[in-house]
């Protein structure tokens, strides 16, 4: 992949990715980017046989209730995100709702978690991260009774807010 030098010897590589300078990996400069109001909004879910769908259903798990603890734990990991992921800027989070839904026909959990802020760089990763940890708290909590668990599908579905523009996924995508 070819690289080209900005005005501050900063390397943008071929397509335009910006987390590469001279000495290696750096946390993008937004200093004079405007802060600007950001959401962004992911989900995946979490396949499993259908009797461990029905004990969380019934709350029945041992471990607690699992719709419950995967929630707050999407939300405290959209917290930390830039404790988790090297280079993501810290941000001011305003609100983080994670959404669980039970899925018969799946059998599983489906999760949807929205992340938004007032700043100068987007809360995707925030969200991505609310869904990834949700659902790696419901694979957790249910590993005693099904170990067979798959998770599937960790994408972003929309963001909202900055320079590059709305985003929505396409139907098929």
């Known amino acids: 992949m070819s690289d080209t030098h900005t005005d501050d010897g900063d390397r943008r590589l071929a397509g335009g990715l910006t987390h590469s300078g001279p000495r290696g990996a750096k946390m993008v400069d937004v200093t004079a980017k405007p802060a600007t109001v950001r959401r962004a909004v992911a989900a995946g879910r979490v396949r499993m046989k259908a009797e461990t769908l029905a004990l969380i259903r019934e709350d029945a798990i041992a471990k607690g209730s699992v719709v419950e603890t995967a929630r707050i734990a999407g939300i405290m990991a959209a917290k930390r995100t830039s404790e988790l992921i090297p280079l993501c800027h810290p941000l001011p989070l305003s609100d983080v709702a994670v959404e669980i839904d039970r899925q018969d026909?799946?059998?599983?959990?489906?999760?949807?978690?929205?992340?938004?802020?007032?700043?100068?760089?987007?809360?995707?990763?925030?969200?991505?991260?609310?869904?990834?940890?949700?659902?790696?708290?419901?694979?957790d909590m249910c590993k005693a009774v099904d170990r067979e668990m798959v998770i599937e599908e960790i994408m972003l579905l929309e963001k909202s807010g900055g320079r590059a523009g709305d985003f929505r996924r396409s139907e098929g995508g």
């Open 105 to 139: 026909d799946l059998p599983g959990l489906s999760i949807r978690a929205s992340a938004t802020c007032t700043g100068k760089t987007g809360v995707e990763m925030e969200a991505l991260t609310a869904v990834a940890v949700a659902c790696l708290t419901v694979y």
